[in-house]
């Protein structure tokens, strides 16, 4: 699967995914924070579901309306419980991801939205 990393998410968790065989980018990696619009629309351009902390991408994805190719968010996580929650979400749902969908991830508990993000 391809995934962005937002510069929230643990970097080690870069190395996870990948060894997993999943195509990851991790923003923590670029110059600058070009800011959570610009994040949410390069994933989108790039088909990339985004990995993130932060729930303003959840009200940029859903009150908002903007365009997304999926969202993971990590919720009361430790670094290293980041990969594997994250691994467990998209091997669980990844035809849900794939359709747009949110996925709220806690140790215990995955929560699932499917959003209608297509594009007029």
Do not use: Y
């Amino acid at each position: 699967m391809k995934i962005l990393l937002d510069t929230c998410v643990w970097g080690e968790v870069v190395q996870e995914l990948r060894a997993a065989g999943d195509d990851v980018v991790w923003a923590g990696d670029w110059q600058e924070d070009p800011g959570d619009d610009e994040i949410l629309e390069w994933a989108h351009r790039q088909g990339r579901v985004l990995v993130t902390l932060d729930k303003d991408f959840g009200e940029l994805a859903i009150v908002h309306n903007r365009p997304h190719s999926g969202i993971i968010r990590l919720v009361n996580l430790a670094s290293r419980q980041q990969a594997p929650t994250c691994l467990k979400a998209i091997e669980l749902h990844e035809n849900e991801l794939k359709s747009g969908a949110i996925i709220t991830a806690e140790q215990t508990r995955l929560r699932i939205r499917m959003v209608d993000n297509r594009e007029e």
